[in-house]
């Protein structure tokens, strides 16, 4: 077949797009004898798992627990009032332009509030990344609902439709790919909401940990501490894509 | 003489939004017996499409009588209307055959009988096997076919079309003219047709009611006496010439 072919060269290509990184990273270190405190080989960064002090596993739980627990939370806030807001136009139009506002706020800036309010912990670095991922799911999602062709409105009308059937066999399905488009912003943000609150004070996690070994400049750590955050946003929005492709046909997809 | 299916008199329409008001048709009269397939005709902005809304219940009309239904032929507004537009606006997220029975759905028409006439009906309008297929799986031609089968598949008695081909090419727009005569002869619908191409309005219709723009009214309403089954040889008639030219001059274009 050759669209299974033209796939299977296709993930051949990206696998071998990631090895040849690693050949470059390690070369580059090697021949040009960078020390290994400014830049240490791949072989280096990986011993670095070895370091049983560091607790890998367990800090690698708790930035999994604030990235997924912050998320899901976002995600389930965010669906939510975006259907509270087709249900209510007075809703909407009272909350969208101040959501639009709150949605300017750096979101960093509000960390140390966060400390205030919440101490130091794995619920605040969540909430960071919550307030991080909540608004991409909310605004797509409320704009998925609102975009019904007003043809197909007419469609309804005329079978007399109700309220409730225009909902549940035209709007809803047909925001899912918005929910998605959103779902798949909010995954990379999560990662780093979830970061930044444990560099802004927190006693657990990578984020943690990389200041930690900042200070003994282990650079290997740091590092290895680097690529554990990013397979854990791997594996969020390797799940969220999953879950589209599952849920959502090809043509529909919003990208 | 049998009632009409459909009677129109002195219809008026005016679309108010703040303090501007917009005509959109004055003066609609016209009749359309059970059966007969009515070509709209007309510019952009003449209130073909209004007519149509009114027509289905969606807009209320402002003066003038609308009747449609008689004593032979009984109208249910709820369920005996049809629509089909100028987009297919199928449902990408469902099959062919689920886009077709939504009508189905939302009437809440027995399932089994609904998808036993949803498959007859595909058979009809040349779908065959490709009931489970994806709206982007078809062309645009063959995605109208399956929205023409959505507006049947309740069985209205009323099939309101609008435009319904003018986002096709020509070549494929012909075709769709040939099978919609054919759809209308087998189901034996009432259709209107709003259309502004004007041999297609004279190729399709039994009757056409022509309109025109600025200020919207209905300016002609004549029968097309032309055999059926019309076949693309009848467009160089001289009678198909005739009508043509007629609806030209009534449009200001000769």
């Not at chain 2, 209130?47 to 003038?64: E, F, M, N, R, Y």
Request: charged share 20%; net charge positive; glycine share 10%.
């Amino acid at each position: 077949m050759d669209g299974s072919e033209s796939k299977l060269k296709q993930y051949t290509l990206g696998v071998l797009a990631h090895l040849l990184l690693l050949l470059v990273w390690y070369l580059f270190v090697r021949l040009g004898d960078v020390p290994k405190f400014v830049m240490p080989s791949p072989v280096d960064t990986f011993r670095a798992l070895g370091v049983a002090d560091y607790g890998w596993w367990a800090n690698t739980l708790v930035t999994g627990t604030e990235i997924f627990g912050g998320y899901a939370l976002a995600l389930s806030v965010g669906v939510l009032l975006a259907l509270l807001f087709t249900w209510s136009k007075t809703l909407e139009s009272l909350m969208l332009p101040l959501l639009v506002t709150l949605n300017m706020i750096p979101k960093v800036a509000l960390g140390p509030l966060i400390i205030v309010w919440f101490k130091y912990g794995v619920f605040p670095n969540a909430m960071m990344a919550f307030s991080i991922a909540v608004f991409p799911i909310l605004l797509t999602t409320a704009r998925g609902l609102r975009e019904v062709e007003p043809e197909l409105l007419d469609l309804v009308r005329s079978l007399r439709g109700s309220r409730w059937q225009l909902f549940t066999k035209i709007q809803l399905p047909g925001a899912l790919p918005y929910v998605f488009a959103g779902m798949k912003v909010a995954a990379i943000l999560a990662v780093a909401g979830a970061i930044v609150g444990e560099f802004l004070g927190s006693d657990r996690g990578l984020g943690y940990l990389m200041l930690q070994v900042q200070v003994t400049l282990d650079t290997p750590a740091m590092f290895m501490a680097v690529i554990l955050i990013t397979l854990l946003g791997m594996l969020l929005y390797g799940l969220v894509l999953g879950l589209e492709r599952l849920l959502v046909v090809k043509d529909a997809r919003v990208s | 003489m049998s009632e009409p299916f459909i009677h129109l008199a002195g219809v008026s329409k005016t679309y108010r939004t703040g303090r501007k008001q917009h005509l959109a048709i004055s003066d609609a009269s016209f009749d359309v017996m059970p059966g007969e397939l009515v070509a709209l005709v007309g510019p952009s902005g003449c209130g073909k499409s209004t007519l149509l809304k009114i027509l289905a219940g969606l807009h209320p009309h402002d003066d003038g009588t609308v009747r449609i239904g008689s004593a032979t032929h009984a109208f249910d507004p709820t369920r005996d209307i049809g629509m089909v537009f100028q987009a297919p606006l199928l449902l990408k997220w469902r099959r062919i055959l689920d886009n077709i029975l939504l009508p189905a759905e939302i009437l809440g028409l027995p399932v089994a009988e609904a998808r036993e006439r949803a498959r007859g009906l595909m058979a009809m309008v040349g779908l065959q096997g490709y009931e489970q297929k994806y709206p982007y799986e078809l062309s645009g031609g063959m995605q109208q076919r399956a929205a023409i089968a959505r507006a049947l598949v309740h069985d209205p008695k009323l099939v309101l079309m609008d435009e319904p081909f003018g986002a096709l090419d020509a070549l494929t727009r012909e075709k769709m003219n040939l099978e919609l005569l054919r759809i209308w002869k087998e189901s034996g619908k009432t259709i209107m047709f709003v259309t502004h191409g004007i041999s297609e309005a004279v190729f399709l219709g039994t009757r056409v009611v022509v309109m025109t723009a600025g200020p919207a009214r209905m300016a002609d309403n004549f029968e097309i006496d032309l055999p059926h089954p019309r076949t693309l040889d009848m467009k160089t008639h001289e009678r198909f010439g005739v009508y043509t030219r007629r609806i030209y001059k009534l449009l200001g274009m000769e």
